[in-house]
């Protein structure tokens, strides 16, 4: 069946099938098909739509990747390996890939649909609240993201778009990193167009350098994201900066320390280890994910007290902005509220 040509053809009508059999026929499912049922997101290199299984009726997210802007063949070829490689990605703060499989020239990614946001909505929230997030709540969210990231890269899996939109929200309150990088495969015009609609906020200086990305490059990113939880903005953000300025900042890693009164010396010392130039004195992600989650335990057995504003309600800011998010995003939920570990963590 072929794949819908605008928004106007999405209904309940449209589907997408696997190219490895044939769909539903007079009413006799032969196959698996997806039934789209709205456009949900659209990013850099891809348009993403909330779909219904015939078979059994789950909820999936249906990313559509053009292959048309693609390098050559075996960029192709290369990045379809990669997408496979991911269905064998199993961890409660990843999300899952359930397949993929190729339509009418369009690669065409199956999803677990985390459906309540994504971090960036709730840094969002906070800003436009006038509050900073408590550091419990900052704990609470990264030692899921990290540890979701420490499975990726013990199955030799690099991530390469580590940012607050790419960490996607439950209505349960659980983070699953998702949306890994595709860039690096499509043609360098393909590229340079879509760099027009952001900044490289979260780029690490090789990157800047173009000296290769690897496991390390993952890491000044995620320092970069657990800043942005605290500060509410980007380490490296800054009013009326050219994109010269923001380079030559992150080269040299110049930005503000956090408030020494509101956020520990542990999560800045964190944040300081990672977002650092040299790649080999930053720490594995195993490393970030166990001192993340020693500090969440800490975090999570100290009740705030009923005068504290510091970590039960969060500090005020004088930083205007808008948005809005899921209660299941800001809520701390049940008191001692656990991460979600890997398997056989205690």
């Known amino acids: ?32 098909v997806y039934h789209i049922e709205r456009k949900i997101g659209k990013g850099q290199f891809s348009t993403v739509y909330r779909a219904k299984r015939s078979d059994d009726g789950t909820i999936v997210a249906l990313k559509r990747v053009p292959l ?18 991911l269905k064998s990605l199993d ?22 649909l985390a459906d309540a946001g994504d971090l960036g909505k709730m840094i969002k929230h906070f800003r ?8 419990r709540t900052v704990w609470k969210y990264f030692v899921q993201v990290a540890g979701g990231l420490a499975h990726m890269h013990d ?41 027009l609609v952001g900044t490289p906020y979260y780029m690490s200086p090789e990157r800047m350098e173009e000296k290769g990305y690897s496991f390390k490059s993952d890491i000044w990113s995620l320092g970069c994201l657990l800043y942005e939880m605290c500060a509410l903005h980007s380490p490296f953000y800054g009013d009326k900066m050219t994109l010269y300025s923001l380079c030559r900042k992150i080269e040299v890693c110049d930005y503000p320390e956090l408030p020494a009164d509101i956020y520990s010396q542990e999560l800045r010392s964190l944040i300081a280890s990672m977002i650092q130039s040299d790649p080999a004195s930053r720490p594995d992600a195993e490393f970030v994910y166990q001192y993340a989650r020693r500090m969440y335990e800490r975090c999570a057995a100290q009740r705030p007290s009923s005068g504290s504003s510091k970590d039960a309600e969060g500090k005020p800011i004088n930083r205007p902005g ?13 008191e001692g509220a656990r991460a979600r570990l890997p398997d056989g963590a205690q």
């Open 1 to 32: 069946m072929a794949p819908p040509s605008s928004d106007a053809t999405l209904n309940d009508q449209t589907s997408v099938t696997p190219n490895t059999g044939a769909s539903q026929t007079n009413g006799q499912a032969q196959q698996v």
């Open 68 to 85: 048309g802007d693609m390098v050559d063949e075996k960029a192709r070829a290369d990045c379809i390996k990669e997408i496979d490689l």
């Open 91 to 112: 961890h409660p703060n990843v999300v899952r890939h359930y397949e993929s499989f190729l339509e009418s020239r369009e690669l065409v990614i199956v999803l677990e």
């Open 128 to 135: 436009a609240q006038n509050r900073l997030i408590p550091e």
């Open 155 to 195: 199955r030799r899996v690099m991530h390469r778009d580590i940012k607050p939109a790419n960490v996607f929200i439950t209505a349960q309150g659980v983070a699953k990193l998702g949306d890994l990088g595709l860039g690096r495969f499509f043609s360098q015009n393909t590229v340079e167009a879509h760099s």
């Open 322 to 334: 808008s948005g809005s998010v899921h209660a299941a995003m800001v809520g701390e939920g049940p």
